[in-house]
């Protein structure tokens, strides 16, 4: 009985929890001691590279966002300009790895853009400009939109616009490219929509879901997906048509995404499998998922769990979501008591951030995808 009580109070907190002050965010705080430098450059990597990308960047800027931190804020752009973009980031589009090079020197280890970091970036300055009235972060993300633009959008023959992984390295020998669907956040394309009248963000969420709906064959999403003219979209040959790390992005997109947007129901019917699969057959989110045949294997991070919470809220799986929070509180680092996963890693704690993050109340996004944070 008091198993079952505990139960129906810890759901409760989880669907209908207060607000609660977004200056007073531990799991931030947690994270900016554990991966922040005092310079504004994040740690992605523990190994004796050290390396930081421009995802880390482009997600702590978000984060300063929504806990209304300008310093922070300002210290994660600045180094992001001087270190990835070359002292410019309205001229070019940020690098997407920086760390210790082979002669021990430190500085830009691969120089192509990451459109996952890209968008983000352009999505929190245009959003930053708005919030904190501030033109200064406005005209910068017009400019990183600008670039986006340029150098990411390809209309692929037969597809229409689609948004690229980066502006190399993802072509195919058919002529054709490899796509990551957990590159399409459709809260960030209504802004850019927004912001660029007369660009493609439209178009690119119908081809998004189109993609989607052509790989879709039990319910789940891959990593990557193949696309040419000759074959359409098709299980990517060099990582196949499993989902895991990269994947587990679109669930939490689209559960974050509101209700009211036209695209959240017409997702919903091409995402249903982790509905379907916890805790009808599972009890915790698998690490991998053979796309194809539903085939799962693995023990997942807890950081999956935090990023299926707003996934289980809208898709009302009230057994999944209770299951998903108990294993979150198992799951926590002793030493701080926030930070999730015994052995931390930078991209377990972001998921985290995210999903707990709106479930708390700390942020959520508007039908026209704008951000709506809780100190505002």
């Known amino acids: 009985m008091v198993v079952t009580i505990w139960r129906i109070v810890s759901l409760l907190w989880l669907m209908f929890a207060l607000p609660v002050c977004a200056n007073d965010w531990p799991l931030w705080q947690a994270f900016g001691n554990s991966f922040i430098q005092a310079d504004g450059r994040v740690l992605a990597d523990e190994s004796e ?197 990269d994947a587990i992005r679109v669930y939490l997109w689209w559960g974050m995404l509101s209700r009211q947007d036209p695209m959240s129901g017409r997702i919903k019917k091409v995402i249903s499998g982790m509905n379907q699969l916890i805790p009808k057959q599972e009890t915790t989110p698998p690490l991998t998922v053979e796309t194809q045949t539903g085939a799962v294997s693995g023990i997942s991070p807890p950081s999956f769990s935090a990023a299926l919470l707003p996934y289980f809220v809208s898709m009302g799986n009230s057994a999944a979501l209770r299951l998903q929070r108990e294993r979150l509180v198992a799951e926590q680092e002793p030493a701080t008591g926030v930070l999730i996963g015994h052995e931390l890693h930078y991209y377990d704690q972001v998921l985290a951030l995210f999903g707990m993050g709106w479930m708390e109340h700390r942020f959520s996004f508007s039908p026209q995808g704008q951000l709506v944070v809780q100190w505002k």
Do not use: C
Not at 124 to 141: D, V
Not at 202 to 209: F, K, Q, S, T, Y
């Open 49 to 245: 590279q050290r390396y930081s990308t421009s995802e880390g960047q482009a997600y702590a800027l978000f984060f300063t966002l929504v806990a209304n931190d300008r310093a922070a804020f300002d210290r994660i752009l600045v180094w992001t300009r001087d270190n990835l973009a070359g002292g410019d980031l309205s001229a070019r589009l940020p690098a997407w790895q920086w760390g210790k090079k082979p002669d021990g020197a430190w500085g830009v280890l691969d120089q192509n853009s990451a459109s996952d970091a890209d968008t983000w970036f352009a999505y929190t300055l245009l959003e930053a400009g708005r919030l904190w009235h501030e033109p200064r972060y406005t005209a910068q993300g017009n400019l990183m939109l600008a670039n986006i633009r340029i150098h990411l959008i390809r209309d692929l023959p037969g597809a229409g616009p689609m948004l690229l992984s980066a502006a190399s390295g993802f072509d195919l020998e058919s002529k054709g490219s490899r796509l990551n669907p957990s590159y399409f956040p459709v809260q960030l394309l209504r802004v850019f929509s927004k912001a660029d009248p007369s660009g493609p963000w439209r178009a690119v969420v119908e081809n998004n879901l189109k993609m989607l709906q052509s790989v879709n064959v039990k319910g789940y999403v891959p990593d990557w997906i193949a696309y040419d003219s000759s074959h359409g979209y098709f299980p990517d040959a060099k990582y196949g048509a499993i989902g895991t790390h």
